[in-house]
């Protein structure tokens, strides 16, 4: 399987809708996945952080993975997200999540219990040893509170079940350094939409975006055009959506990009708690917004 080629461009994490019940919305997810399909989006992202995962029950998580696959009906891959910062549970939760028509998983670093690099090194190595599925690493400090160094990512990048990862330190040089001493068949994609353009620059093969949501067409061809070289035309479209960027994550992801697709009709503008909607300036602001 050439990962590199299946996991470049833009891959989207997608947000999990919720009804005004705060339920689950499976006609506002079925419009989503069309709608991030047809816009041109390589490959979906469920049960990510921007799909609040955090939030939702493992009977709620079953459900929506067996009903992406469903809606997606293989017109492009599927990656579930399953991390955690329980190594134990993770190994139970791949064991019991339905991952037979997954492409891959996406494990984020264990967060709170901020492990060494050498406990960060084990944690992975345990997954990948039991996955049935390829593991995509995610390291995003911002929320775990502790950085996957370089070092550490290229000794996981050597195990045979890791293919890749999603890079959200946001450390330019850090990543220049995955990417220069990485195996040829490891792939590293952006974490970071307001980066993602600098950052195929430097040879990341594409990004798992949360804008992607509301501009999937924009922001696919974005990176697309990346991809090919042609970065001054890129830079139009990059340059146009950098308010928008700003606004989704102003107060929380993924309270700014609903407020977007909220405005699309594509969603009710519904969180779970702790997270809540974006305040009223804010989402002004976003009313406001035109690409």
Known sequence: MNYLQQFSGTGVALVTPFDTNNQVDYTALETIINFVIEGGVNYIVTLGTTGESATLSKSEKTAIINFTYEKVANRVPVVVGIGGNNTNEIIE?????PLDKAAAVLSVSPYYNKPSQEGIFQHYKAIAAVSPKPVILYNVPGRTNKNIT??????????ENIIGIKEASGDFEQCMEIIK?????????????????????IGMTGVISVAANAFPKEFSTMINLCLQGNFAEARTIHFSLLKAYHLMFAENNPAGVKAFMHQKGLLANELRLPLTSLSNGLNEAVKAFKF
């Open 181 to 201: 001493n990485k195996p040829a068949d490891f792939f590293v994609v952006s974490g970071d939409d307001g980066l993602s353009l600098a950052q195929v620059a």
């Open 150 to 159: 370089a070092e550490t990512t290229l000794r996981l990048a050597a195990l």
């Open 93 to 97: 939760d791949l064991k019991n999540y």
